[in-house]
């Protein structure tokens, strides 16, 4: 099969996003299927293909002023219709419904290719990014001003940090579910979200395949109750992951274990704004930001920590959850989408209620206090993981697009035949 993938983010910008159509194209493409990627242009790091069966055509771009790591991708309508007439795509898959989607919705609909759309993110819970404070650089202004004692970020995080369905996050879904309803097909990474999304009106069929996750490079033992706990936070450092949730509760989690530690790593927008909370609680001698790490070094990292910590509330599997389990860590988090599939309550880790930094501080606790119950969480951690092998998701989306490439392939090419 000949398959496009379209994604306003791809590598060399790491996200889970990013990994999981690294991981599907070249493992599929071993099978002898042929893709295209279509993303975002970056810069000097960019490359034009993965390997002789996988090729990347890149877009120009700009940053999103309320989040630079964010590409608002320019894409040529003349070079994608080129593209496409030349390759003849048999299906389409799209891994994001920024502007790159849309125009892979309109050349799906204009020549009668087939579309799955996968629900990789919630767009609906990262509306703080049209929010008028952050497109005004406000929450840049509290930062700085808090260095005087006039203002507080946590000031501002009160108004904007929320689990209610407020209007900004009910016309993102309403838009996102149009988009997704296009889609001959929808692809949900968990059974959890698979059910909020049909809950918030999703028509088309949804399929569950989880991003899965390569066992041989992340693997770890049973571990033992530690002395000296070592914590461990991984993931883009933006607003809506909540890592001001995670300080404040490793905060009172010393009150318990003073010699415990909190590794966070990554980077993102927020990351300024953690470091002067950090700082202002007396934590920097307590908390290790080693900012950006290559996705192969991390496979290190997870074992060298004792406990996985979250407090997202917006993830549709959590790949770096999955990546710390597979390592042997109990985890906590929060009782969010997607969450709950991968830390399982009372069987690999716990899950407090959203923002709730004190709850998140006791579950914690509670993991930490006990050697029989950590042991056997760390246990309980690695064979959950194993349910996301690589291989056994491949098999699964090969399978998919087979489906739905045979279902429409009378369709497509008709109408592609007649408007070429």
Same mark, same amino acid.
């Given at each position: #099969? @000949?398959?496009?993938?379209?994604?306003?983010?791809?590598? +060399?910008?790491?996200?889970?996003?990013?990994?999981?159509?690294?991981?599907?194209?070249?493992?599929?493409?071993?099978?002898?299927?042929?893709?295209?990627?279509?993303?975002?242009?970056? /810069?000097?790091?960019?490359?034009?293909?993965?390997?002789?069966?996988?090729?990347?055509?890149?877009? #120009?771009?700009?940053?999103?002023?309320?989040?630079?790591?964010?590409?608002?991708?320019? +894409?040529?309508?003349?070079?994608?219709?080129?593209?496409?007439?030349?390759?003849? +795509?048999?299906?389409?898959?799209?891994?994001?419904?920024?502007?790159?989607?849309?125009?892979?919705?309109?050349?799906?609909?204009?020549? /009668?290719? +087939?579309?799955?759309?996968?629900?990789?993110?919630?767009?609906?819970?990262?509306?703080?990014?049209?929010?008028?404070?952050?497109?005004?650089?406000?929450?840049?202004?509290?930062?700085?001003?808090?260095?005087?004692?006039?203002?507080?970020?946590?000031?501002?995080?009160?108004?904007?940090?929320?689990?209610?369905?407020?209007?900004?996050?009910?016309?993102?879904?309403?838009?996102?579910?149009?988009?997704?309803?296009?889609?001959?097909?929808?692809?949900?990474?968990?059974?959890?979200?698979?059910?909020?999304? #049909?809950?918030? /009106?999703?028509?088309?069929?949804?399929?569950?395949?989880?991003?899965?996750?390569?066992?041989?490079?992340?693997?770890?033992?049973?571990?033992?109750?530690?002395?000296?706990?070592?914590?461990?936070?991984?993931?883009?450092?933006?607003?809506?992951?909540?890592?001001?949730?995670?300080?404040?509760?490793?905060?009172?989690?010393?009150?318990?274990?003073?010699?415990?530690?909190?590794?966070?790593? /990554?980077?993102?927008?927020?990351?300024?704004?953690?470091? @002067?909370?950090?700082?202002?609680?007396?934590?920097?001698?307590?908390?290790?930001?080693?900012?950006?790490?290559?996705?192969?070094?991390?496979?290190?990292?997870?074992?060298?920590?004792?406990?996985?910590?979250?407090?997202?509330?917006?993830?549709?599997?959590?790949?770096?959850?999955?990546?710390?389990?597979?390592?042997?860590?109990?985890?906590?988090?929060?009782?969010?989408?997607?969450?709950?599939?991968?830390?399982?309550?009372?069987?690999?880790?716990?899950?407090?209620?959203?923002?709730?930094?004190?709850?998140?501080?006791?579950?914690?606790?509670?993991?930490?206090?006990?050697?029989?119950?950590y042991q056997e969480f760390s246990k309980n951690s690695i064979?959950?993981?194993?349910?996301?092998?690589?291989?056994?998701?491949?098999?699964? #989306?090969?399978?998919?697009?087979?489906?739905?490439?045979?279902?429409?392939?009378?369709?497509?090419?008709?109408?592609?035949?007649?408007?070429?």
């Amino acid at each position: #099969m @000949r398959i496009i993938y379209f994604s306003d983010t791809f590598l +060399p910008k790491i996200d889970g996003i990013a990994v999981s159509i690294k991981n599907f194209s070249e493992l599929l493409s071993a099978k002898g299927h042929e893709f295209i990627i279509f993303a975002p242009g970056y /810069g000097k790091d960019d490359f034009s293909r993965l390997n002789e069966q996988v090729s990347v055509e890149r877009f #120009m771009s700009a940053s999103l002023p309320s989040y630079p790591d964010v590409k608002m991708v320019l +894409p040529s309508p003349n070079r994608i219709k080129r593209i496409l007439t030349e390759f003849q +795509p048999d299906l389409i898959h799209i891994h994001t419904p920024g502007v790159l989607g849309q125009y892979a919705l309109t050349a799906s609909e204009k020549y /009668g290719i +087939p579309t799955i759309g996968t629900y990789h993110t919630l767009i609906s819970e990262q509306d703080a990014y049209i929010s008028i404070y952050r497109l005004l650089k406000i929450d840049k202004f509290f930062s700085i001003m808090s260095r005087f004692d006039k203002l507080n970020l946590k000031d501002l995080l009160k108004i904007v940090k929320t689990d209610k369905f407020n209007i900004n996050k009910k016309i993102l879904l309403k838009l996102c579910n149009y988009f997704y309803d296009k889609c001959d097909r929808v692809v949900s990474p968990s059974y959890l979200l698979r059910d909020q999304l #049909m809950e918030f /009106g999703i028509k088309k069929p949804i399929h569950v395949i989880s991003n899965g996750m390569d066992l041989s490079k992340f693997t770890g033992t049973v571990k033992s109750l530690p002395k000296d706990p070592k914590i461990l936070h991984v993931g883009r450092i933006s607003y809506e992951k909540n890592c001001d949730v995670v300080i404040k509760s490793f905060q009172l989690i010393l009150k318990k274990f003073p010699t415990a530690e909190l590794t966070i790593i /990554g980077d993102g927008p927020a990351l300024p704004s953690l470091k @002067r909370q950090a700082q202002n609680l007396g934590l920097q001698d307590k908390i290790t930001f080693t900012g950006f790490l290559a996705h192969a070094e991390l496979p290190k990292h997870y074992p060298q920590h004792d406990l996985f910590l979250t407090a997202s509330t917006m993830e549709t599997q959590g790949l770096v959850i999955l990546e710390a389990i597979a390592c042997g860590l109990p985890a906590v988090g929060v009782k969010s989408y997607a969450i709950p599939e991968l830390i399982q309550e009372g069987k690999n880790g716990y899950n407090a209620a959203p923002f709730q930094a004190e709850e998140l501080s006791e579950k914690t606790i509670q993991v930490l206090s006990s050697a029989e119950t950590y042991q056997e969480f760390s246990k309980n951690s690695i064979e959950i993981a194993k349910g996301h092998e690589l291989g056994l998701s491949v098999n699964k #989306m090969e399978e998919l697009y087979e489906e739905i490439a045979i279902k429409s392939k009378r369709k497509k090419s008709s109408v592609f035949n007649m408007l070429m």
